[in-house]
């Protein structure tokens, strides 16, 4: 597997699969910062926002891909086929994924295809959603009395199908996010239920966390399809599941992305 290192002078050619992070751009690291500002060529998807493009110099060539539900700027192949071209002219490329390249960022697939080309790769973490989501909501994702595990899944397979382990998600003391998830909540919903867990169970929807716009929506896992229906709910969403919500708390003195949560939601939930 060939990776990339900072010192590589024997070509420079080399693309950076970045994380930017989930929206708040104080959340983007020093790191990413820095290879953003070095970089020659940008390539970014819809979830990096305009705060953090602000990073990158007016020098760069700035390259947009992002996807959406039904809206493919360029098919994953094509992403693919893009940065090893790029890397091949010599570039320097920063590959800028919001949340983590890893966790349903498809950097797995971008960084196959780039080892298979012989072109030196380097990864930067990011904050995922999830983990922005708790901290702008101030709920744990893992709690000794409510939630001994943490599970992250994707509600929209490659085939566009929502086929997942539904008895391993319905598991007690155990706290599920779900990414991409709107389109199949009433599935999720339903699949759930039927696996054993119980309806009641506290769940939310959360709305572009750490952004200024977030939202957390209240429910539970019968009434997730009427939330996203009555509240309009749309991508990009994160579903969350589990008794951990319970201890969701308003953003009243706390500091930094906490400090725009919405008030009262403990007591909205569960």
Same mark, same amino acid.
């Given at each position: 597997m060939k990776r990339m290192n900072d010192d590589s002078s024997t070509n420079p050619g080399r693309v950076d699969?970045?994380?930017?992070?989930?929206? *708040?751009?104080?959340?983007?690291?020093?790191?990413?910062?820095?290879?953003? @500002?070095?970089?020659?060529?940008?390539?970014?998807?819809?979830?990096?926002?305009d705060a953090i493009l602000d990073l990158i110099p007016p020098k760069v060539e700035r390259i947009y891909v992002g996807k959406?539900?039904?809206?493919?700027?360029?098919? @994953?192949?094509?992403?693919?086929?893009?940065?090893?071209?790029?890397?091949?002219?010599?570039?320097?490329?920063?590959?800028?994924?919001?949340? *983590?390249?890893?966790?349903?960022?498809?950097g797995g697939e971008e960084i196959d295809v780039l080892i298979d080309a012989g072109i030196p790769v380097g990864i930067v973490p990011g904050v995922t959603a999830a983990l922005?989501?708790?901290?702008?909501?101030?709920?744990?994702?893992?709690h000794r009395d409510y939630a001994q595990s943490c599970v992250f899944v994707t509600g929209h397979l490659?085939?566009?199908?929502?086929?997942?382990?539904?008895?391993?998600?319905?598991?007690?003391?155990?706290?599920?996010?779900?990414?991409?998830g709107i389109i199949g909540v009433e599935i999720v919903s339903a699949r759930l239920q039927e696996a054993g867990l119980p309806g009641d169970t506290p769940a939310a929807l959360v709305y572009r966390a750490t952004c200024p716009d977030e939202k957390l929506f209240p429910a539970t896992v019968a009434t997730l399809p009427k939330v996203v229906q009555e509240e309009a709910v749309k991508s990009p969403t994160l579903i969350v599941i589990? @008794?951990?919500?319970k201890l969701a708390v308003s953003g009243d003195g706390r500091q930094e992305t906490g400090d725009r949560a919405a008030s009262g939601i403990r007591n909205q939930i569960g």
């Amino acid at each position: 597997m060939k990776r990339m290192n900072d010192d590589s002078s024997t070509n420079p050619g080399r693309v950076d699969l970045v994380g930017a992070g989930p929206g *708040d751009p104080d959340l983007v690291t020093l790191k990413a910062a820095r290879l953003i @500002q070095s970089a020659e060529v940008v390539v970014y998807d819809n979830l990096v926002g305009d705060a953090i493009l602000d990073l990158i110099p007016p020098k760069v060539e700035r390259i947009y891909v992002g996807k959406s539900a039904g809206n493919h700027t360029l098919p @994953q192949e094509e992403i693919c086929a893009l940065l090893v071209e790029k890397a091949k002219e010599g570039k320097r490329v920063v590959r800028l994924k919001g949340g *983590d390249p890893f966790v349903f960022g498809r950097g797995g697939e971008e960084i196959d295809v780039l080892i298979d080309a012989g072109i030196p790769v380097g990864i930067v973490p990011g904050v995922t959603a999830a983990l922005g989501a708790a901290a702008s909501f101030g709920f744990p994702l893992t709690h000794r009395d409510y939630a001994q595990s943490c599970v992250f899944v994707t509600g929209h397979l490659k085939d566009d199908s929502v086929d997942l382990n539904w008895p391993m998600l319905a598991q007690a003391r155990q706290t599920v996010v779900i990414y991409m998830g709107i389109i199949g909540v009433e599935i999720v919903s339903a699949r759930l239920q039927e696996a054993g867990l119980p309806g009641d169970t506290p769940a939310a929807l959360v709305y572009r966390a750490t952004c200024p716009d977030e939202k957390l929506f209240p429910a539970t896992v019968a009434t997730l399809p009427k939330v996203v229906q009555e509240e309009a709910v749309k991508s990009p969403t994160l579903i969350v599941i589990g @008794q951990v919500l319970k201890l969701a708390v308003s953003g009243d003195g706390r500091q930094e992305t906490g400090d725009r949560a919405a008030s009262g939601i403990r007591n909205q939930i569960g």
